[in-house]
């Protein structure tokens, strides 16, 4: 029987408890706690020292106010990167390739957003809708695309790693696959699908840690529109 290469995506069940929910936490148990001695261990420093590098870049543009933030995009990022990188290794599950996933991950704190926007300045929140100087006529034009386009953010912050993601993993698989069929045809071409191969696995670790980055970053700049 052939499988279709999409059943790569779909979610693996063992004894009727679904591995997604173990993929989910194993990021959390990879991650060794800091120490409270005055001396760690090389990997604790570096791992401070990326999160403290991290933080800084991320929370730079925003006021006093986003600065409560700094521990939920912090343990996001590294969440979707250890989750991003860890689905890369053989026989493994990449829970983000789902957009149930994502969804539940965007939609919650992309409301965050906008309810604090709200709460804190509503006129502001408010006037995002209708641009200044903008014609009477076109106002109401505007205000129904500005409100479309306000509740696609967290469908295209979803979708933005979803389908890079996906494509990604398709496009391993699929090079994987002719250059193990085209070995015993053509070797020579089969070795230089191989260097392609390996050539878009490094092009794949690339990926799967920035689009964790451009998903928490999206989220901080529409927090700073809100505080």
Partial sequence: MTLSFFDQ????????????????SLPWILFPTPSSRWLNSRFLALQGWSINRFTQQLLLPLNLGGHKWALILAS?????????????????????????????????????TVIIGLRNQPTAALGHLLPEGTPVPLIPVLIIIETISLFIRPLALGVRLTANLTAGHLLIQLIATAAFVLLP???????????????LTLLEIAVAMIQAYVFVLLLSLYLQENV
């Fill in 9 to 24: 995506f779909m979610s693996p069940i063992f004894l009727g408890i679904p591995l997604i929910a173990l993929a989910l």
């Fill in 76 to 112: 996001l990022m590294l969440f979707l990167i250890t989750l991003n990188m860890l689905g890369l290794l053989p026989y493994t599950f990449t829970p983000t390739t789902q957009l149930s996933l994502n969804l539940g991950l965007a939609v919650p704190l992309w409301l965050a």
């Fill in 185 to 199: 045809i053509m070797p020579l071409v089969a070795i230089s699908t191989s260097v392609v191969l390996f050539l």
